[in-house]
């Protein structure tokens, strides 16, 4: 993955957030906490995360309620969910699964399987998202077919500016260094002149600006954070 994961631990109970956060964090994932449903859902609408650890019984209505109702809304139905519950009967596995939920660790659990289970699914969900187009107002992104357009218009690139483009889009809202970028899309192994990521960012700019037809400034989408690197927003600066 070209990013840590970040993975929203929903369960009312402090010692069992803290305890998954140690796991998550010598896994090298980064973590998120809520202790109730209302909570929950503020925190995946606002800063999506990778996946859901979700437990069944929560304050303020239940796991699998709000579990029903991330799967219903297109914002958040694509999102994975690991139910963690005391509940053993299959009826309850059985509720879970038709819901949506991708899969289920009854506690007690331990913090290995729990991270087992979790990148288990994180490749499943990538596998199933990898090649669903990216879309930003008329701007797409077909990974499938490796061609981006603007109001369904080609837009011409080349495969540099193409790689680039691909990690702006499925990294929104972020700033990342010209470091970051240049391992993301070149490789951590190549040499790069010091000014090259800024040269490719450049030339993608370019490409968007020719093909823009809509009035919005596409290429004013990848926007220049002084001194920290690059971040692509559809917030003004």
Known sequence: MSKEPTILIVDDEP???????????????????????????????????????????????????????????ELTADIPII??????????????????????????????????????????STGNLRD??????????DPGSHRVTIDEKAVDMGPTEYRLLHFFMTH???????????????????????????VHIGRLRKALTAASSSGINYAGLIQTVRGAGYRFSTKPQ
């Open 15 to 73: 010692a069992i957030r803290d305890m998954i956060g140690i796991a998550l964090d010598t896994a090298g994932f980064n973590s998120l906490e809520a202790e109730s449903a209302l909570e929950a859902h503020v925190n995946i609408v606002d800063k999506r995360p990778d996946l859901v650890l979700l437990d069944w019984m929560l304050p303020g209505g239940s796991g699998i309620e709000l579990a029903r109702r991330l799967k219903r809304e």
């Open 132 to 141: 669903k187009p990216i879309r930003v107002f008329d701007l797409e992104l």
């Open 172 to 198: 929104p809202e972020k700033v990342f260094s010209r470091d970051h970028i240049q391992d993301q899309v070149w490789g951590a192994n190549v040499y790069l002149e010091e000014r090259t990521v800024d």
């Open 83 to 124: 139910m963690l519950t005391a509940k053993t009967s299959e009826d309850n596995k059985v509720q879970g699964l038709d819901v949506g939920v991708d899969d289920y660790v009854t506690k007690p659990f331990s913090p290995r399987e729990l991270i087992a289970r979790i990148k288990a699914v994180l490749r499943r």
